[in-house]
């Protein structure tokens, strides 16, 4: 048994020093929880190593929220907001749809045109006198 665990051991201390050594130095960088959710252990309960598929896709977490936290917010598809023409950039509270859906006049929502509009994201845009 004690055999079994020594080579449990060696295998998971090699794997995870070749999972190690692959990776960038900003990518490990994982916390106490990370590893102690990969840990494993043998059947009596005591300590066995930790599991190298779970600690690289640990790794490949933290490797995609530092590229997606570097990337530029202004090129986020999903942020529309509503143009200088729509109601000063304001929006406009309601739309209503050609097609002959029901007019929509959502309390929480904004829309870039009263016909046939798209939600947006309200940006006044403010016209100062040139004095500040």
Do not use: H
Not at 77 to 93: K, R
Not at 99 to 119: F, L, N, W
Request: proline share 5%.
């Amino acid at each position: 048994m004690k055999i079994q665990r020594l080579c449990v051991l060696a295998v998971g201390a090699v794997a995870f020093g070749l999972s190690v050594g692959g990776a960038p130095a900003s990518a490990q960088q994982l916390s106490n929880g990370d590893y102690q959710q990969c840990s494993v252990y043998d059947e009596d309960g005591d300590f066995a190593g930790y599991d190298s598929v779970c600690l690289e896709r640990k790794r490949a977490q933290l490797r995609r929220y530092q590229e997606d936290a570097s990337a530029s917010y202004s090129t986020y598809a999903a942020v529309y907001y509503c143009p200088s023409w729509a109601n000063n950039g304001n929006g406009y509270p309601g739309t209503v749809y050609s097609y002959g859906g029901t007019v929509s006049t959502d309390p929480y929502g904004t829309y870039d045109r009263p016909v046939d509009g798209v939600r947006c994201i309200a940006r006044p845009v403010y016209y100062g006198t040139g004095y500040y």
